[in-house]
């Protein structure tokens, strides 16, 4: 069975603050591994990662893939209370058609 | 920038009716998926569609789904006759051309079965 698993399950920190969060799976016929921000409804598009190695960057958000090791990092630097939210990982896998396979989200909470 | 839209945004129903959810998806995209989310649970993928028919779907996708779409434009989910478990937001999402490219989801609907 396809398992995508996002750790921790929650995190508070106060505004500044680093944070990582981490992304484990175990899939078949991998193609790409996507992060996604859920705020109040639509998870929004993050980064899309598919070689290892290779850091994807967006101002203060940065992600890196190891497919050796079966797992991703989302790094968030300089936190603000915009950022509280809920972190989404999904895996895409290719059976016919691309489905995603979600891991549970990192529920981030921001301090003032 | 384009969107996906789905409506309506909220929808209550009596168990044992007919839904139908709708999504109007980025016009260029050529994939279109349903995906749900039970209230504190992950996202699950439901049906992918992509040139008038069905491509994948996954087993929460039995006989009471049916997806279609009419005219073009419209993406639509039929949930048959509805029961208290279909409580959920539903997402609809596309995409441009298979698996280079990341999806665009909806905002949802939140189906509520009393």
């Known amino acids: 069975e396809d398992k995508v698993v996002q750790s921790p399950l929650s995190l508070v920190v106060h505004e500044g603050d680093t944070v990582t969060l981490n992304c484990s799976y175990e899939v078949t016929n991998f193609r790409s591994l996507l992060w996604y921000k859920q705020e109040k409804k639509a998870p929004t598009f993050l980064f899309m990662l598919t070689s290892s190695g290779i850091e994807k960057k967006s101002g203060r958000l940065s992600s890196i893939l190891d497919k050796k090791e079966l797992f991703s990092i989302l790094n968030i630097t300089a936190t603000q209370t915009g950022d509280s939210a809920v972190y989404l990982c999904?895996?895409?896998?290719?059976?016919?058609?691309?489905?995603?396979?979600f891991g549970q989200g990192t529920r981030l909470t921001i301090n003032p | 920038e384009p969107e996906v839209t789905q409506t309506p945004s909220h929808q209550v129903t009596q168990m044992g009716q007919e839904v139908i959810l709708r999504c109007v998806p980025i016009?260029?995209?050529?994939?279109f998926y349903w995906y749900r989310q039970i209230l504190g649970q992950k996202v699950e993928f439901l049906v992918s569609?992509?040139?008038?028919?069905?491509?994948?779907k996954s087993e929460i996708f039995d006989d009471q789904f049916s997806v279609e779409r009419p005219d073009g434009s419209n993406f639509t989910l039929k949930i048959r006759s509805t029961k208290l478990e279909d409580s959920a937001m539903y997402f609809c999402?596309?995409?441009?051309?298979?698996?280079?490219?990341?999806?665009?989801f909806g905002s949802g609907t939140r189906l509520t079965v009393v």
């Open positions: 999904a895996v895409a896998i290719i059976q016919g058609a691309q489905k995603l396979v």
């Open positions: 016009s260029n995209h050529l994939y």
């Open positions: 999402a596309s995409s441009e051309a298979g698996y280079h490219y990341g999806y665009t």
């Open positions: 569609f992509y040139n008038n028919e069905i491509s994948e």
